[in-house]
Structure formats: structure tokens, C-alpha cells
């Protein structure tokens, strides 16, 4: 991608007295966040003439090290936060009783505000479920790229009170002469503290001031604001005198002292959360500007960022806490208006038709990719926007069966065109996971029956042939789930196994079961075997299983595998014996009969359409807060915990989360009676990351946990109610609060709105994408791998006029047609071109246009000064 490093601003919640967000000072942590997921409704910053994404994929692996627990039991139970700045957006599981635990978890989310530090916390909770905090790894939003895609052990730091510094603030310097009474001439400093933006939350509270103070010989004199109350955007807006060159005078001793050399001079401001607390008040960052900042008009007027304040203590071993084993992928799309990408994107829409496809600009980029899937994702979500998924890949697919000279062998490799029907499964298939597995795996991850049938790995407690019969059940309910599920099978799916079972059985005409293992190769192998195995990484289980139900889901995998493969020797596809013998069970006609009648039934283009599916299917759940809606004339109007619950039928609340399994919802709100769903402003309660669900009579208010999960339901609410006929197209976005609407003043609370609806997600799979986004992904991989396209072009010309063996450099390209690829490659290189001048004219201008101490580029962002000096040096280089 092109990642540039603009500076960052910071927005955190605040929420009211009931529920606390907590800064990392040893103190309880937030409840468990949800894991984030990518989608069109991802927040953009929006800069001059282009959007700016932000995402970040992080895989949590071990912590090894940890200093022991001082007591008899030594061991700790430990859990790790993910953290933008200090706002909790994701929690791996707690894994108990280990000093090196293992976490293995995987997290992705949008990114939908700027952020100065992505930080990482591990936490230990005792016997009375208390969390102590352990340490803390916290990378700079200008360091990630250093770190892209490796793992990484990282020192785990002391966390201080001292260096948990967020939020910027505003300042005004003034240096005036004034002339005291007796005639002398003076200077005074007026400083003025107009705002901060972003302060931290301290144990769910934030009531900030500021402390201002001259530095210089003999001063200690400190000015303080007024406490500003429940807010973290404090608004202060008072000045500050301070003489700063005094007039002659003469000591005791008579001897003159001059005046001060102003230059010398800085200004400190602290930002301090007032708290009633025995232990004091709470440092929340600081700013030191020296009083040269002036210059020769005496005025100076910037945003700061706060700073951490200067370590004092003595120096602490980097390695007494341990480390934490972390892989992190941090991406930046740059988005241009869509018509930059018209060449680029009409050249790679068309790549369906290209005869043959090996010519065309998608299967190039394939070719030209280091890995298969870096190509595929983007590909795929691309063309699923423009409707053109199901033609694209029926013809790579074809294409690959022609090349495939053994039938079972087909589709067995890593290539394009698994990779790209990988992926299209992935995004059109998550609610026919989710209505199929998800029920049984939950089962399985709360009964915890025994189900190990290795004789070496028993426990002495266990019965194999108990064991076995548990494992039976379990695999015999998983496959009866599976093989009854076929009219919920999404029609792009179904278009897709029609192709290749077509293209299979043609190549293959003698082999009468190819037309299954085309289709079973992916829907059982790659589909759902992986979501059994690993149900954290399809959205079927919020975190990895424990090692035991691990190992269940592992052996079900296996065998359901086995059963979806129609082999024809099936015992000897197991190595181990135990499974080979367990296997038995299932080889019976029944078993193969029920998987043909499936897989035809899923391979019939065109025959199923998953908005049929009635069955509730659950897409959404989690504790969040909300307003009481006043139903009741003289109610009372005040904010509670509630465990929400979304499915494609009902939005509905309840008291808690057990109450959800039953009937004790408090609140249910059909889909059809969701008018919009909107953003709620901060004003309207003094509380961040809020959002309202609007129905005919009311507004539904609700305040999530930090702002990736409010970004998600938002998303996800906005989809499922896209459709509803009585959508409307303008809404209040304030609150309606003591007798008016706090945005426009109207004191009708059946009011229109006085705002236009934002533009929500279509329902559709194949609209729910950005495609400019898409395509710039695709462009950034074109632009990395250029030496690559050059080497193809030679290969092209190479294979033009000489027919003999292939160079080694040029043998990893499959090249069909050298003149179709040759003129494809040169259309890629030219749009590449075009795109690459755009990007670095926007930079450079960009660059002129950055203002220092702006809001937007607060001095003290590390990142804007390093973008600064990128831009320095790549301007001289080009004089």
C-alpha cells in the first residue's frame, strides 16, 4: 500500500458513572471486546481530494518469562488486551496456571479514528478475579512498518502513570512590554490554555485541569484552571500572566541583576485528572515549550501533543517481565476518487474475457505476487462488487483443469484459483457457517466431553470406547448439519461448484466421480473442515478452543474431511491406526449416498437464493449500554448494562446474558421497524461511541464499548435493515432532550430530521465493498512487484522469437500467448505509471500544504516528522 504517516488526533469514550473504562494503572480492565470485521462501512479519514483507510491484522502468539506470582502457587492466569492508545478494542482468552503462556489468537479490525501508539497489555487475574496488570508492549504508529508481517519478541515495559500519555492541547503565547507605574518597561507573558482533545480516561472518569508554570531560574510559581467536569475534550479557555523581564534593580548588596534572557525560558503545562482519591491527583500529560517558540512578534499559537513525563527513576531491566511473541500487519489505503482508477480497474473487469485468461491483468497479478493470496483477496472482493465474480473464476478454473493432467489431483494445489474461491467462500459464505456449525461447535466447546481415541494420549481416567462413542455423535451430528444444508448454500457458491463440476467432468470424461471431487475438493476440504478446526478464524467462537476441545474439533475435522472426499480406499487415507479403525463406523453406503445427493444439490447453478433462509440466524451479540427509552410519561431516563442480541429477524436487549436464551428479552425490535441507524453525537450526553437505532415512535440509544464495536454495529444493524421500504432519509443527530432537539432547536419530538441519512451498506455480498479501496490494494501490489512485470515482459518478447528452452528467470511464469500478455502487461504498466505520478503529486502537495501545530499536525507527532523529513529528503533528491 502506500503508507503515508499523517499526524493523529485522538478520540476516546467517556462514559457516565454506571460502567468504567479504566486507564492501564493496575486497576480492573473493560469487559471482553468482540473481534472487528472488515467491510465498506469502515470509518475514512477523509483528507484533501482522497480517503485514507486504516487496518491492522495482528496474530497474538506466547509470552514467555513472566515473572512468578509472590506466593505459594507461583503460577499466574494471564490474558492479553489489544489497545489503540489506551482504549481496549480487543481481549484474547485467560490461560491459567502458566508463567509462558500460549494464546495463539488472531485479530482484525478497521481502524476508524487516527491513533499514536497501537499497545499491548497482559493482565493477570487472581483467585478473586481481580486483574493486575503485568506489563505492557506499546508500538508507534511510525514504527509499525518496521515490524510488518514478522514475528516479533517484545520486551514487555513497566507500566508507569507517567508514560500512559494520550490527547493534544491547544495554546496561545503572548509576549507584550508593559509599563509599570514607576515608568520602567517590563514584559509579560500571557499564556492562554484554549482546549485538549482526547484526554485519557482514568477509571472510568475524566475530570481534567491544567497546571501552567514558568521554568527558569528562581520560578516555582504554578497557575491552575478551573476543573472541567466528565469530559475528556475539556474546554478551558483561561489565560495566565507571567512576568518574564524584570527591571533593573539592585540586591542587598547593591549590585545589579540582569534581566532575564527570555530565550532561556520555557512554559510547562501538566494536564492533571482531579480525583478524590487520598493518593492525589493523576498525571495526564504534559507539554514544554520553550519561550524562542516566540520569534520576533512575540506570538505564538499551536496544538501540542502531550508528552509522558521525563523518567526520574532509576532504570528497570528491559527483560525482568517477560516478552510477548506478536506478528503485525499495518496497512494504509490511500483512496483517490474513483475515475483515477478507471484504466486499472476496466483493464482488470475485463480479464474474464480475455482469451486466454493467462493473458489477462488478474492472472497476471497472480503471477507476479510472492504469495497466491496477497493477489486473491483483493481480486476477489473486487470483482464481487462489479457482480463479475462467478465468470472470473469459471474461467481460471477451466483453465487450470485443462493444465491438470492426473483427475485426483484437481484443485489439490495453492494456486490462483483455489485461492480466489477460498476467499469468495470466506466473504459469501459466513452466514451459511454460521446457521450450519455454529450451534454444534458452541455445543462442543461447553459440554468438554472426552473424546481422545489415541491409546498414547489417554488419560487414566478415560474409556476409549466412550471416548469413541462421544466422537461418533458429535461427527455424526456436524455431518447430518452439513449434508441436510444445501438449500442454504449461497447462489454465488452454487454458480461457482456448477462451473467446476462442468469443467471437471469435461477434462475427465472417464472418471464419473470427478464431477465430486471438483466440487467436495473445496466445500468439504477448504470450507467447512478448516471452520470445524480453527472456529476462531471463521467467526463461528470468539477465541481459539482450550487444548482439550481442540483436540475434539481436530479428530472431527479429520474425519468429516475423509467422509466429504469420496475416496475410494477411505481407511488408508489415515496414517494412524486409531482413525483408520474409528473410521469404520462411517463406512456405510448411507454416508457416501447423503454427500452425492449434497454436493448436487449445491452444484446446481442458479437454484438456491440465501435470503430464503428463515431460520434465525445469529449475527451479533454483546453487552453494551443504553438509554432508557421513556416510555412511561414521568420515567425515569438513565443508562444500563444490557446483553444486545442481533439476528436477521429481531434487534432485541436483555437484562443479561443468560436471559438471552430464553425468552426474557426486555426489548424486541423487529428488522422491518429499524427506520436508520445512525452515528449519535457526543454532545447530546457528554459520551463517546454512541449510536442510535430509529424506529417509527423512538430512538433507541446505545453507547458500545470502544469505537471499533460501535463501527461494527452500526455496519452490521445498517445491513440487515437496508432493504426496509420505510428507510428514512433524514434523522436528528442529537439527542431530544428536555423538550427539543439539541442539533436544530425544534421542540417537536416528531420533528424530521435535520440531517440526511449517511449512505448505508446494500444487503448484497457483491456490493458490500469499496471497490476504489480494492483496486488501489491492487495497484500498490502491481507498484511492489514492477521488477517482476518487467521480467515477464522480457519472457514475453523471449518466447516471441525463440522457441527453445526457458531461461530459469523467466520459468515461473505461466505465459500462454506471449503477444496477449505482452500488450496486457504493457496496458498494467502504463495505468501503474499514471497512478504512481498521481500518488507522489498528492504527497508533494500534501507536503507543502502541512501546517505545524495545526489540529491536524500537533507538534510532538513523531510520525508527521518523519513523514517530513521522507518528504525532504525525496525533494532534494529529485533537484
Known amino acids: 500500500m502506500q503508507i503515508f504517516r499523517p499526524g493523529a488526533g485522538i478520540d476516546l469514550p467517556l462514559l457516565p458513572e454506571g460502567p468504567t473504562h479504566t486507564k492501564h494503572r493496575g486497576a480492573t480492565s473493560p469487559s471482553t471486546r468482540q473481534k472487528g470485521k472488515s467491510g465498506a462501512a469502515s470509518m475514512a479519514v477523509e483528507e484533501e481530494g482522497l480517503r485514507v483507510f486504516q487496518s491492522v491484522k495482528i496474530k497474538i502468539g506466547e509470552a514467555k518469562n513472566i515473572p512468578p506470582y509472590p506466593g505459594p502457587n507461583r503460577m499466574r492466569d494471564c490474558y492479553c488486551t489489544v489497545n489503540l492508545d489506551q482504549e481496549e478494542v480487543f481481549r484474547t482468552k485467560i490461560i491459567e496456571k502458566s508463567l509462558c503462556p500460549f ?117 516555582s510559581e504554578a497557575k491552575k484552571t478551573k476543573v472541567k467536569r466528565k469530559t475528556n475534550n475539556p474546554q478551558f479557555d483561561e489565560v495566565f500572566y507571567f512576568e518574564v523581564a524584570r527591571p533593573l534593580s539592585h540586591t542587598k548588596r547593591q549590585f545589579e541583576v540582569e534581566e532575564e534572557d527570555v530565550d532561556k525560558l520555557a512554559l510547562r503545562v501538566d494536564l492533571y485528572n482531579a480525583s478524590n482519591l487520598k493518593f492525589g491527583d493523576e498525571f495526564l500529560g504534559g507539554v514544554r515549550v520553550p519561550l524562542r517558540a516566540l520569534g520576533q512578534d512575540g506570538v505564538h499559537d499551536a496544538w501540542y501533543f502531550l508528552q509522558p513525563r521525563d523518567n526520574v527513576g532509576k532504570p528497570v531491566k528491559v527483560d525482568e517481565l517477560g516478552s510477548l511473541r506478536l506478528n503485525i500487519v499495518y496497512t494504509e489505503d490511500h483512496v483517490f476518487p474513483s475515475e483515477h482508477y478507471s484504466p486499472l480497474r476496466d483493464l482488470l473487469l475485463q480479464s474474464a474475457n480475455v482469451e486466454p485468461v493467462s493473458a489477462s491483468a488478474a492472472h497476471i497479478l497472480g503471477e507476479v505476487c510472492r504469495e497466491k493470496q496477497e493477489a486473491a483477496i483483493p481480486l476477489v472482493r473486487l470483482f464481487l462488487h462489479y457482480g463479475k465474480i462467478v465468470p472470473f473464476l469459471s474461467a481460471i478454473a477451466h483453465a487450470e483443469v485443462n493444465r491438470t493432467q492426473d483427475p485426483n489431483t484437481i484443485f489439490r494445489g495453492n494456486s490462483l484459483t483455489s485461492k480466489c474461491i477460498d476467499e469468495t467462500m470466506k466473504l459469501a459464505g459466513h452466514h451459511y457457517l454460521q446457521v450450519t456449525l455454529k450451534p454444534i461447535i458452541d455445543e462442543i466447546c461447553s459440554e468438554h466431553k472426552p473424546c481422545e481415541i489415541d491409546p498414547v494420549k489417554l488419560k487414566e481416567s478415560d474409556n476409549l470406547e466412550t471416548n469413541r462413542e462421544n466422537l461418533r455423535q458429535y461427527v455424526d451430528q456436524i455431518f447430518n448439519e452439513i449434508t441436510t444444508s444445501g438449500v442454504s448454500c449461497p447462489t454465488v457458491m452454487c454458480d461457482i461448484f456448477f462451473s467446476l463440476r462442468e469443467s471437471a467432468a469435461t477434462r475427465f470424461q472417464v472418471d464419473n466421480d470427478v464431477k465430486y471431487t471438483a466440487v467436495s475438493s473445496f466445500i468439504f476440504l477448504r470450507f467447512f473442515a478448516p471452520a470445524i478446526l480453527s472456529p476462531n478464524l471463521f467467526q463461528l467462537r470468539p477465541h481459539h478452543p482450550d487444548p482439550a476441545t481442540s483436540r475434539t474439533l481436530t479428530l472431527i475435522s479429520k474425519t468429516i474431511q475423509t467422509l466429504g472426499s469420496l475416496a475410494k480406499s477411505k481407511s488408508a487415507n489415515f496414517k494412524e491406526t486409531y482413525m483408520a479403525a474409528f473410521y469404520d463406523y462411517f463406512n456405510e453406503q448411507k454416508y457416501a449416498d447423503a454427500v452425492k445427493n449434497f454436493l448436487d444439490l449445491i452444484s446446481t447453478s442458479g437454484r438456491w437464493d440465501q435470503k430464503s433462509i428463515e431460520t434465525p440466524i445469529m449475527l451479533k451479540e454483546g453487552f453494551m449500554i443504553k438509554r432508557a427509552q421513556g416510555r412511561n410519561r414521568f420515567g425515569m431516563k438513565n443508562f444500563k448494562k444490557r446483553w444486545f442480541r442481533l439476528t436477521n429477524h429481531e434487534f432485541t436487549y436483555h437484562r443479561t446474558k443468560g436471559n438471552a436464551k430464553g425468552d426474557g428479552a426486555l426489548c424486541s425490535i423487529p428488522i422491518e421497524n429499524i427506520l436508520a441507524v445512525e452515528r449519535l453525537e457526543e454532545e447530546s450526553f457528554k459520551m463517546k461511541n454512541m449510536f442510535q437505532v430509529i424506529q417509527p415512535e423512538r430512538a433507541l440509544y446505545i453507547q458500545a464499548n470502544n469505537c471499533v464495536e460501535a463501527r461494527d454495529w452500526i455496519d452490521i444493524l445498517t445491513k440487515v435493515s437496508q432493504c426496509n421500504r420505510k428507510r428514512l432519509s433524514t434523522y436528528h443527530p442529537s439527542a431530544y432532550l428536555n423538550g427539543h432537539w439539541l442539533c436544530c432547536k425544534v421542540s417537536a419530538d416528531t420533528a424530521a430530521g435535520c440531517t440526511p441519512c449517511t449512505g448505508g451498506l446494500p444487503a448484497n455480498i457483491q456490493l458490500d465493498v469499496d471497490g476504489d479501496r480494492e483496486t488501489e490494494r491492487i495497484y500498490s501490489l502491481f507498484s511492489t512487484y514492477m521488477n517482476k512485470l518487467v521480467n515477464m515482459q522480457e519472457a514475453c518478447g523471449s518466447r516471441s522469437v525463440y522457441d527453445g528452452p526457458e531461461q530459469d528467470e523467466y520459468s515461473s511464469f505461466v505465459i500462454d500467448d506471449p503477444q496477449e500478455t505482452y500488450k496486457t502487461l504493457k496496458l498494467i504498466v502504463s495505468a501503474v505509471q499514471t497512478l504512481e505520478q498521481q500518488h507522489t503529486k498528492y504527497k508533494r502537495d500534501k507536503f507543502k500544504k502541512t501546517k505545524i501545530g495545526s489540529q491536524e499536525h500537533p507538534i510532538g507527532d513523531k510520525s508527521l516528522q518523519c513523514y517530513i523529513r521522507q518528504q525532504s529528503e525525496s525533494s532534494t533528491y529529485s533537484i
Open 103 to 219: 494464546y495463539g489468537e488472531d485479530f482484525y479490525c478497521e481502524i476508524p479514528r487516527s491513533f499514536r501508539h497501537l499497545s499491548f497489555y497482559l493482565f493477570d487475574r487472581d483467585v478473586f478475579r481481580r486483574d493486575s496488570s503485568i506489563g505492557k508492549v506499546a508500538v508507534k504508529k511510525e514504527d509499525l512498518q518496521k515490524y510488518h508481517g514478522k514475528d516479533t519478541w517484545f520486551p514487555l515495559q513497566h507500566i508507569s502513570a507517567d508514560s500512559e500519555v494520550q490527547g493534544k492541547v491547544h495554546l496561545e503565547l503572548r509576549l507584550s512590554e508593559v509599563i509599570t507605574d514607576s515608568g520602567s518597561v517590563c514584559h509579560k507573558l500571557a499564556t492562554r490554555v484554549l482546549e485538549c482533545q482526547g484526554l485519557p480516561i482514568v477509571n472510568g472518569q475524566c475530570d481534567p485541569y491544567a497546571s501552567v508554570s514558568l521554568l527558569g531560574p528562581s520560578r
